[in-house]
């Protein structure tokens, strides 16, 4: 199950890592502590494989990881 990042609307400002099935609707209220919550889109792992058995350049090759070929 995928851990998603939320964090709370009104300030101070905290993040939370919940833990939910792909198939749940995001959150609007936090389970445990009834606050209100929006999910933070963050960013992926960044691996993207370019053929069989190849596996894409590291970021230290002078691109960032991601595949977008911004490098």
């Known amino acids: 199950m995928p851990i998603y990042v939320y964090e709370t609307v009104e300030r101070p400002l905290r993040r ?3 833990k939910q099935s ?3 609707d995001a959150l609007s209220v936090h ?3 009834g606050e209100t919550i929006k999910r ?5 792992f960044g691996y ?3 053929g069989k058995g190849t596996a894409a350049a ?4 002078g691109g960032c990881g991601s595949g ?3 490098h």
Do not use: H, R, W
């Open 22 to 24: 792909m198939k749940d």
């Open 40 to 44: 933070v889109i963050t960013g992926g």
């Open 31 to 33: 389970p445990e502590t």
């Open 16 to 18: 939370y890592e919940i």
């Open 68 to 70: 977008c070929g911004c």
């Open 58 to 61: 590291p970021a230290a090759a």
């Open 48 to 50: 993207m494989a370019k």
